[in-house]
């Protein structure tokens, strides 16, 4: 698939999936809570897009929580069908929800594609940063569900948070996020974008 293609049938998938979710979500405060942050992600891969074109893989990974997040909005990440995954496991609540935070790990790939492409610094160092970063948004998403939580109220609170009864769920949410960015940050060691673009284009 040629790699200016690629982003566009993502968006476009993305687009779509957004409306849908629309419809007749599971709580509409909570939807519109969820989807505001993957409209803000969105619009800011499109905003870059002219400027910076990351690399086939990077769009890939970002997508995986793009979508997943606009699936959970629609639901709520504790009502998704999900049990074939749970059953599998024998997990006795839903785990939609830790899976979509070791999506949110991924961006790591692309924060370390962007790093090395405009030479800010080393690998050494913009795998740390990376990490760092991805590490930062998961405790600020924590409190962000917190304080919806506290100022919302209600079954609406309770939704967002998504616990599920689980008093070390914020703490086991970031360690997936976490997980998520050593993985990418594995791949991107595998596949270093980065030397095949500056190879491309020597």
Not at 119 to 124: L, Y
Request: some cysteine.
């Amino acid at each position: 698939m040629p790699r200016s293609r690629l982003p566009h049938l993502l968006a476009l998938a993305l687009i779509l999936l957004i409306g849908w979710s629309g419809l007749a979500p599971y709580a509409r405060d909570v939807w519109l809570a969820e989807i505001i942050p993957v409209l803000l992600v969105f619009a800011g891969l499109a905003w870059l897009y002219p400027k910076f074109r990351f690399s086939n893989a990077a769009y890939l990974l970002a997508a995986v929580w793009l979508f997943m997040h606009t699936v959970g909005s629609h639901y709520t990440f504790a009502h998704v069908p999900f049990d074939w995954f749970n059953d599998l496991i024998g997990a006795q609540r839903n785990q939609y929800d830790r899976i979509s935070h070791a999506a949110v790990g991924l961006y790591a790939f692309a924060i370390m594609e962007w790093l090395l492409r405009t030479r800010q610094c080393r690998a050494s160092m913009a795998a740390l940063f990376s990490l760092s970063v991805v590490m930062a948004i998961a405790a600020g998403y924590e409190i962000i569900e917190w304080l919806f939580a506290v100022l919302y109220g209600g079954d609406a609170g309770v939704e967002f948070l998504g616990a599920q009864g689980d008093v070390w769920d914020a703490q086991k949410d970031m360690l997936a996020d976490t997980l998520g960015a050593v993985f990418a940050l594995a791949l991107y060691a595998w596949l270093r974008p980065d030397l095949r673009m500056r190879a491309h284009d020597t």
